[in-house]
């Protein structure tokens, strides 16, 4: 088991390094100073597992208690910061490592949730925090819209989903094969979204129109399904007055 723990701690440690990267990508692209770059490097690989263990209150966060995570997020805004990101290597190679890093972090956080004595439920919710939280807090630095509400191939997603198998193999006492299912899980369905371009349904687009009459006290309200960019059908779904 101590080589499962060695390999989860790499795969750990360059997720963050992966995620602070990406921190230092956006803050290149808001024109931040060093200190930006650091900070969204920070939030970026950092932030979910401070978050999970913030709310767990058991022990101060591993981030604060372990100098690698730091350092590793520390090199990742120094390489944001001075190289040029973006090449076909890169473009090849991260995909692999966020998806890795998203199952393991996943997997972490619902394992350690459901080790604390806490049931399903907060273990999907943490495991889910642990694997977005960050890339959230970066987003919401920067007055963006987090990527993981929407527009984006399947993540929160694909952390949930891992969350759901360690805590399916903890409650049927295999805990240790769940670490290894569930982070299998959470990367394979990351990445098969992300190749095939699965995304969640974003819902019904409305229309609603607003007309008076002469002498009408209230507006007549019209509510019309538009279509949507895979053709579907479209019309009026309902009328109302108020």
Request: proline share 4%.
């Amino acid at each position: 088991m101590s080589t499962i723990g060695e390999m989860f701690a790499v795969i750990d440690l360059a997720g963050v390094l992966t995620n602070a990267v990406l921190g230092g990508i956006v803050a290149r692209d808001e024109r931040m100073d060093p200190i930006g770059f650091l900070t969204l490097a920070l939030l970026s690989g950092l932030g979910g597992g401070i978050i999970r263990d913030t709310l767990l209150q058991h022990g101060p966060p591993v981030a604060l208690t372990d100098f690698r995570y730091a350092l590793c997020a520390a090199i990742g805004a120094a390489i944001a910061f001075l190289m040029p990101i973006g090449g076909r290597g890169w473009r090849a190679i991260f995909p692999y490592v966020d998806a890795l890093a998203l199952g393991c972090w996943a997997t972490a956080g619902a394992q350690k949730t459901l080790a604390l004595g806490l049931g399903w439920v907060p273990a999907l919710l943490l495991g889910t925090i642990t694997a977005v939280g960050g890339g959230a807090l970066r987003d919401l630095t920067v007055q963006r819209v987090p990527q993981i509400f929407g527009g984006n191939t399947l993540y929160a997603t694909s952390a949930a989903a891992a969350s759901a198998v360690v805590a399916g193999f903890w409650y049927s006492g295999l805990a240790q094969v769940g670490v290894l299912v569930g982070t299998a899980v959470g990367a394979g369905l990351c990445l098969i979204s992300r190749r095939r371009g699965w995304q969640l349904w974003g819902g019904l687009s409305w229309e609603y129109s607003f007309s008076r009459k002469p002498g009408q006290r209230l507006p007549h309200i019209a509510v019309r399904m538009l279509r949507d960019d895979a053709g579907g059908a479209g019309g009026t779904a309902g009328e109302g007055q108020r």
